[in-house]
């Protein structure tokens, strides 16, 4: 059974860092996009980032470009989100998501298991 | 900038159809920006519905399903019933890796 478990959020002053942390297990992590989404509260979803399969390649949002960096530990099955500079407008439900699958001969990019998600407020 | 609309909300009869839709301000929206589907109620993480256009994920029921209609994706719902009753966001994935998201609608079953 996939499983993803997010942690690391809280409440943060403007201008603070946090790190957010997902365990991930019932899959082959290292073979697997992962990216983050959020919501802030009573909005919509937001595609933050993604770290490519390979590890190699990793993609942002605009809005928090130059502040996030995403990357992961293959040791420990674990996907990891920076985030720096922290602004009142990046509070929300931070979910870890996988990134679709490979077949033979297509790879599927979209969302495909959700963790259940950790809260980040900034506020002073 | 890239911006996906999706209607913000919509209504249906329980038993009825329903079709959401989800477009692209820049152009037509086609297969090759892979559509995908998702659910979400409040407080819930969301439910992946559909991918790829037209595939149902795993333990999706059939009453759900996805397609390119004109010049957007679309999902429709068949048969509704009142745990239909839910926020739906459709998903465009760019080349360059970007995925973007719709800004939602709202069904409302009744």
């Known amino acids: 059974e996939v499983q993803l478990l997010e942690s690391g959020g809280g409440l943060v002053q403007p201008g603070g860092s946090l790190r957010l942390s997902c365990a991930a297990s019932?899959?082959?992590?290292?073979?697997?996009?992962m990216s983050w989404v959020r919501q802030a509260p009573g909005k919509g979803l937001e595609w933050v980032s993604t770290i490519a399969r390979s590890g190699g390649s990793t993609f942002y949002a605009d809005s928090v470009k130059g502040r996030f960096t995403i990357s992961r530990d293959l040791s420990k099955n674990t996907l990891y989100l920076q985030m720096n500079s922290l602004r009142v407008e990046d509070t929300a439900v931070y979910y870890c998501?996988?990134?679709?699958?490979?077949?033979?001969?297509?790879?599927?990019?979209?969302?495909?298991?959700w963790g259940q998600g950790t809260l980040v407020t900034v506020s002073s | 900038q890239t911006v996906v609309t999706q209607e913000p909300s919509f209504s249906v009869s329980p038993g009825g159809t329903v079709t959401l839709t989800c477009g692209l301000n820049s152009g037509s929206v086609s297969t090759s920006y892979s559509p995908s589907w998702y659910q979400q109620t409040p407080g819930q993480a969301p439910r992946t519905l559909i991918y790829?256009?037209?595939i149902r994920s795993s333990g999706v029921p059939d009453r759900f399903s996805g397609s390119i209609l004109g010049n957007k994706a679309a999902l429709t719902i068949t048969g509704a019933q009142a745990d239909d009753d839910s926020d739906y966001y459709c998903v465009l994935y760019m080349d360059s890796g970007i995925s973007v998201f719709g800004g939602g609608t709202k069904l409302t079953v009744l």
């Open positions: 019932g899959f082959t992590f290292s073979s697997s996009g």
């Open positions: 790829s256009t037209n």
């Open positions: 998501a996988r990134r679709g699958y490979c077949s033979s001969t297509n790879c599927y990019h979209y969302f495909d298991y």
